[in-house]
C-alpha cells in the first residue's frame, strides 16, 4: 500500500512513500490545497471555481476536470483504480486518513500537550506541545496565491500555532526554563506586538532571571505599542502583573500570569451534568466530527459548533456524541436543552424558559432568574463567568431563539443542532450534516439488526438502505422492525418499502416516525407568514412531479412566476430543509421527502395540477426549440401543435447557454415527458411534441440514453392515441438513435414506416428530412448507389421548396456518398456550396458538419495537412453549436491525417476524443472505428500489445452492430 504524507505547514509537499511529488501548475496545486483544507468532504465545483478563479473564464469548470485528473494521477494509492480523490454530487472530495496531513498531527500533539497540562504533567505537556511546534515548517501553503477564504483558514492555523507556542513558552516557564526563554520571547513580540499573554512572558522571564527592571521596561513598551497602536490600555491582568513586579510579589517566582481578566473562584461550585445518554455505536460521520474537534480544541474563545441539516440524518445523535468525547476539556460541566424547534407534539421553547432552566441549574436561586430576556441574559453570563461549560442547544428552530443563549466567557462552548444553517451567529463554524454513505448506512442497518442478516442478504441490504434514501432516522426504524422479527428475512422488509404509496407508512416504528419529522417543518410553512405559505404551495405543487432536479427554471414554470421570484421560493424551502442545494439555482427533494410531498399535492386541486404540468411541458418544448433555432439559423421542428405561451421561460441566447440548458435539465425533459404521456390526450400531444422538438439537441449534446427513452416512448404513446405526424417524427429519431446504436435494420424499418406515414399526409418537407436519413442509412451499410438516390431525390425536393438551411444540410450529407460513387468534382462543390448557405444564413450547425465533411473529402483525397487545417476548424466550429456527432466524424479523420503524416501520439489522442464522442452519442458504430484507429495509432507508434487489445475490442463492437461499413473509414483504418 502506497503511504501518502500531505505538508501544508509551510509550502504545499505531497509525498509518496517519502518522496516529493510534483503537483503541477499554480491552478493544480491550488486546487489540492483546497481539498486538503476540507479534507473528507465534499467541496461543490462552484466553491473550488471561485477559489481557483477572480474571474472564472468560461472553460473554468472544463479546466477543473483537467486539474482534477491531474491531482488522480498523483494520487494514486498503491494501485491503477484506487485512487483519494472522488467525484461526488457537484463537487470533488479528498479522501485523507488519519496521519496522513500534518495539520492532524499538529492538532492531535497540541491536543496532548494541553491535555498533560491540565494534568498537572508538565513533563508531557512539553513534549506534546514541542511536537506540534516541530511539525511547522514555515507559513502555511507560503508560495501560493491565496484567495480571501483560504488566507482565512491559514489565518486561523497560524493563530492556533501562536497559542500553542505561548503554551509551550508557559510550560518551559514553570519548568524553571525562564533564561533560555528570553531571546525567544522576545522575537515572539516583536513578530506579534498585541499579543498581551506574550508580553506578560517576557516581563515573567526577565523578572525571574533577577532583570527587574528589563521586566519593568517590557510592561512599558507593551502599553505603549498597545496605546499607539489599537488606542487601547493593557489588560488588567497585564497591569496586575506589573504591579506585582513593582511590589516584588513572592508568588511571580512559582506562577505564571493567567491571560484572562476574570479570576477563577478558589472554591469551584458543583458541576452541572445535564447531558443525555448517547449512542455508543455512534456510525460514521468521520469528517464531520473531525471539523467539529477542531473547532473545540482549546484554542478558539467561546467556540460554537452548529450542526445543520434535514430531518433525520443524526444531528441530535452527533451533538451528544461529540459533547461527550469533549466535556472533560469543560470540568464545569455541561448544560442541555432540547430547544423543541422541530418537534412534532410540542411548542417550540422562549429563550426565557430556557435560561430560567439554566440558571436554577447553575444554583442561582429562583427568585434570581429575572423575567425579562434582558436581565435573565445578563443573570445567565454572570453565573458562567469564570467556568468551564460546554452548552448544547439541540433542535434549535432559528439563530434568534439560540442568541441569548451563546455564553460570553471565553472558556465556554456551544453545540447546537437545527435544520436551517444558523448562519448569522457569531464565533461559529457551521458543519453540514446529510445522509450517509452507502458503506456507512449499511453499518448502521448491520449495527441495528445483526451484522449475520446483513451479511446473509447483501443484496437485499444494500436495497433497504436506498429505499429508506441513506437516512439514518429510516434506517434506525428499519433496524428496530427487523431487530423485533429475528425470523423475517430482509427481503421481506424490502416487498414492503418497495411500494412507494406505503413507505412512509412502513417507516414507523413505536416513537419514531419519518413522516412526523418531515410534517412539523411542512405544516410550520402551511401556518406561517405568506411567504411560508406560498413555499408550502410550491412543495405541493413539486410533489405533483417527479423531477430529478429542482431547478429555478422548472420552478418558474411551475409556480408560473418570473425565475427570479421562483428561486426565492426554492431557497426559502431549502432553508427549511424540505429540498437541498446542489449548485446555484439546482436543488434535490431527497427520496423519503418527495414521498411526503406526492401526498401533500392530493390537496391541490385537479386542474391546476394538470396546468402546473402543461406550463413545465411548454417551457421545456420552448426551449428546446430554442436550442434547435440557436445551431440551425432560426429554424427548429415546428411540431403538430405550438406550445402554450412562453410565459416565465428565459430561452438560451448562446451556445454556450444551450449547453449550460440541457446539461441542468435533460434528465428533467424525460421524467416531464414520462409525466404527461401518461396524462390526457392533449397533453399527451405536447409531450410527443417535446420528444420530436428536443430528442436531436439531446443527441448532439451526448444525452443519447436520455433521447433513446423519450423517443422509444413517444413512439409507443403516439400509437396508442393516433397521433399521425406526432409518430412519423418518433419514429424517424428512432431510426437515426438505432443507427448509432448499431441496429441498421430496425433503423431503416422506423423509415420506410416513416416515409409512408408521411407520403400519406402530403408533406414534402417531411419527406425530404426522411429520404435524407435513408441516403445516410444505406451509405453507413455501403450500399453507395442506393443511398446517392435517395440523397438526389431529397435535394430535389428541397431545392423546389426553396429552403436554403435544407437544401445545405443535403449539399453537405451527400458530398460524402459522391465522392464514393466517382464524382469528387461535384462533391467538393456541393459541400463549398454548404458551407457559403451557412455563412449567408449564420447557421453554426450547418457550418461545422459542413467543415467536418469538407475535412473528411480532403483526407480521401490525399491531402492530409490541408485536411488537418480545413479539420481544426470543423472542431471549434461545433464545439460552438454543442454538434457532437460532426465533431467526432473530424476527430476520425484527424486522426488519419496524422497517421498518414507520421504522427502516431497525435492520432492517439485524436482517435480517443472521437471515442469519448461516439460513447457520448451512443454511436456504437463510431466507437468501433475510433477504437480500431487507436490500435493503428499504436502499432505506428510500436507498442504491438496495445494496438493487439485495441484492434479485439474495435472487433467485438462491429460484432454487435452488424451491417455497418462506411468507405471512408475502410479506407482510413481498414476493414473491421
Not at 467561546?302 to 441539516?309: D, E, I, K, Q, R
Not at 414506416?753 to 455501403?782: F, K, Q, V, W
Not at 431525390?793 to 444540410?809: D, F, T, Y
Request: aromatic letters at 4%; a neutral charge; hydrophobic letters at 45%.
Amino acid at each position: 500500500m502506497t503511504a501518502l504524507r500531505f505538508l501544508l505547514l509551510g509550502p504545499l509537499d505531497v509525498q509518496v512513500d517519502g518522496r516529493p511529488v510534483p503537483l503541477g501548475s499554480v491552478k493544480q496545486r491550488l486546487l489540492c490545497a483546497s481539498l486538503l483544507l476540507s479534507p473528507n468532504e465534499r467541496v461543490p465545483v462552484g466553491q473550488l471555481i471561485d477559489l481557483l478563479w477572480d474571474d472564472p473564464p468560461t472553460s473554468a469548470t472544463a479546466n477543473l476536470r483537467t486539474y482534477a485528473h491531474g491531482l488522480r494521477r498523483i494520487l494514486r494509492d498503491g494501485s491503477d483504480t484506487d485512487c483519494r480523490l472522488h467525484t461526488r454530487t457537484g463537487g470533488y472530495l479528498l479522501d485523507v486518513r488519519p496521519g496522513e496531513r500534518d495539520v492532524d498531527e499538529f492538532h492531535d500533539a497540541a491536543r496532548r500537550g494541553r491535555d498533560a497540562l491540565d494534568a498537572g504533567d508538565l513533563a508531557a505537556a512539553e513534549t506534546g506541545l514541542a511536537h506540534a511546534l516541530a511539525v511547522w515548517r514555515g507559513s502555511p501553503l507560503v508560495g501560493l496565491p491565496l484567495p480571501p477564504p483560504l488566507a482565512g483558514r491559514v489565518a486561523s492555523l497560524e493563530e492556533h500555532r501562536l497559542t500553542v507556542e505561548e503554551d509551550h513558552i508557559q510550560v518551559k516557564l514553570e519548568l524553571g526554563g525562564a533564561a533560555e526563554l528570553i531571546g525567544r520571547l522576545r522575537r515572539h513580540v516583536e513578530e506579534h506586538p498585541l499579543r498581551q499573554r506574550g508580553w506578560g512572558q517576557l516581563m515573567t522571564a526577565l523578572y525571574r532571571t533577577g532583570d527587574v527592571a528589563g521586566a519593568v521596561d517590557a510592561y512599558l513598551r507593551a502599553r505603549r505599542t498597545l496605546t499607539d497602536q489599537t488606542g487601547l490600555d493593557p489588560s488588567p491582568w497585564l497591569d496586575r502583573l506589573y504591579r506585582d513586579i513593582l511590589h516584588h510579589e513572592p508568588g511571580l517566582l512559582a506562577e505564571r500570569p493567567e491571560p484572562t481578566a476574570v479570576p477563577v473562584p478558589a472554591v469551584r461550585r458543583p458541576a452541572v451534568r445535564q447531558l443525555p445518554s448517547g449512542i455508543d455505536d455512534l456510525v460514521g460521520r468521520r469528517a464531520e466530527i473531525g471539523s467539529a474537534l477542531d473547532r473545540l480544541d482549546g484554542s478558539a474563545a467561546s467556540p460554537v459548533v452548529a450542526l445543520h441539516g434535514p430531518a433525520g440524518v443524526g444531528k441530535s445523535a452527533l451533538a451528544i456524541h461529540l459533547a461527550a468525547q469533549v466535556q472533560s476539556r469543560y470540568p464545569d460541566g455541561t448544560l442541555y436543552v432540547d430547544l423543541q424547534g422541530s418537534d412534532a407534539n410540542l411548542p417550540p421553547l422562549t429563550p426565557v424558559d430556557v435560561l430560567g432552566r439554566f440558571l436554577r441549574a447553575l444554583g442561582v436561586a429562583d427568585n434570581t432568574a429575572q423575567s425579562s430576556l434582558g436581565e435573565a441574559t445578563a443573570a445567565y453570563r454572570t453565573a458562567l463567568a469564570g467556568r468551564a461549560v460546554l452548552v448544547v442547544l439541540d433542535n434549535a428552530r432559528d439563530a434568534a431563539q439560540v442568541k441569548a443563549l451563546l455564553p460570553a466567557d471565553r472558556s465556554c462552548a456551544t453545540l447546537i443542532t437545527s435544520r436551517r444553517m444558523l448562519a448569522t451567529l457569531p464565533n461559529s463554524r457551521h458543519v453540514a450534516v446529510d445522509v450517509l454513505p452507502a458503506a456507512e448506512a449499511l453499518a448502521l442497518l448491520a449495527t441495528d439488526c445483526g451484522t449475520d442478516r446483513v451479511s446473509a442478504q447483501p443484496a437485499a441490504a444494500r436495497r433497504l438502505v436506498d429505499l429508506c434514501g441513506r437516512l439514518p432516522l429510516a434506517i434506525r426504524i428499519v433496524g428496530a422492525r427487523l431487530a423485533s422479527r429475528p425470523g423475517w428475512p430482509l427481503d421481506r422488509l424490502v416487498e414492503r418499502l418497495d411500494d412507494p404509496r406505503i413507505r412512509l407508512d412502513e417507516l414507523e416504528f413505536d416513537d419514531l416516525g419519518v413522516r412526523p419529522s418531515i410534517r412539523v417543518t411542512y405544516e410550520a410553512l402551511e401556518a406561517g407568514t405568506v411567504r411560508d405559505r406560498r413555499a408550502a404551495a410550491a412543495f405541493r405543487l413539486l410533489g405533483t412531479v417527479t423531477l430529478p432536479a429542482v431547478t429555478g427554471r422548472a420552478a418558474a414554470a411551475l409556480l408560473d412566476e418570473p425565475p427570479a421570484a421562483a428561486e426565492h421560493v426554492l431557497d426559502h424551502l431549502a432553508d427549511h430543509r424540505l429540498i437541498e442545494p446542489r449548485r446555484p439555482g439546482t436543488y434535490v427533494v431527497h427520496d423519503l421527502v418527495r414521498l411526503f410531498a406526492v401526498e401533500q399535492a392530493k390537496a391541490e386541486p385537479h386542474g391546476e395540477r394538470s396546468t402546473a404540468l402543461r406550463r413545465l411541458l411548454d417551457m421545456y418544448l420552448h426551449g428546446a426549440r430554442d436550442i434547435e433555432r440557436l445551431a440551425n439559423a432560426g429554424w427548429s421542428p415546428a411540431g403538430a401543435r405550438q406550445p402554450g405561451t412562453a410565459g416565465r421561460h428565459e430561452p438560451p441566447t448562446t451556445a454556450a447557454e444551450a449547453t449550460t440548458w440541457l446539461a441542468d435539465e435533460h434528465a428533467n425533459i424525460v421524467a416531464s415527458f414520462t409525466l404527461g404521456a401518461a396524462a390526457d390526450r392533449d397533453t399527451a400531444a405536447v409531450a410527443a411534441s417535446l420528444a420530436w422538438a428536443s430528442v436531436a439537441a439531446l443527441r448532439r449534446h451526448g444525452y443519447w440514453h436520455e433521447a433513446y427513452e423519450i423517443i422509444d416512448g413517444a413512439v409507443a404513446m403516439t400509437a396508442r392515441l393516433g397521433l399521425t405526424l406526432e409518430r412519423s417524427a418518433a419514429l424517424f429519431y428512432r431510426a437515426s438513435l438505432r443507427k448509432g446504436a448499431g441496429d441498421p435494420r430496425q433503423a431503416e424499418t422506423d423509415l420506410l414506416e416513416c416515409l409512408d406515414l408521411i407520403r400519406s399526409i402530403g408533406d414534402p418537407d417531411r419527406t425530404s428530412a426522411c429520404l435524407e436519413a435513408l441516403g445516410n442509412l444505406h451509405y453507413r451499410m455501403g450500399r453507395v448507389a442506393s443511398a446517392l438516390a435517395h440523397h438526389d431525390e431529397a435535394l430535389a425536393v428541397r431545392r423546389a421548396l426553396g429552403k436554403p438551411l435544407l437544401i445545405g444540410a443535403s449539399l453537405s450529407n451527400a458530398a460524402q456518398v459522391r465522392l464514393s460513387a466517382g464524382a469528387a468534382e461535384q462533391a467538393f462543390a456541393d459541400v463549398d456550396e454548404a458551407l457559403r448557405i451557412a455563412a449567408e444564413i449564420d447557421a453554426a450547425g450547418l457550418e461545422g458538419a459542413a467543415l467536418s465533411m469538407r475535412g473528411q473529402l480532403l483526407c480521401r483525397s490525399g491531402r492530409w495537412s490541408q485536411a488537418l487545417s480545413c479539420l481544426d476548424s470543423a472542431v471549434a466550429a461545433t464545439e460552438r453549436s454543442g454538434d457532437l456527432p460532426s465533431r467526432c466524424e473530424a476527430y476520425l479523420c484527424a486522426a488519419a491525417a496524422r497517421l498518414r503524416l507520421d504522427e502516431p501520439k497525435a492520432a492517439r489522442r485524436a482517435a480517443d476524443r472521437a471515442a469519448e464522442l461516439a460513447h457520448r452519442t451512443g454511436d456504437r458504430y463510431m466507437l468501433a472505428v475510433a477504437r480500431q484507429a487507436a490500435g493503428r495509432a499504436e502499432a505506428a507508434a510500436g507498442d504491438a500489445a496495445a494496438a493487439s487489445r485495441l484492434a479485439e475490442a474495435a472487433r467485438a463492437l462491429a460484432r454487435s452492430t452488424p451491417g455497418c461499413r462506411e468507405p471512408q473509414y475502410e479506407e482510413f483504418f481498414g476493414h473491421l
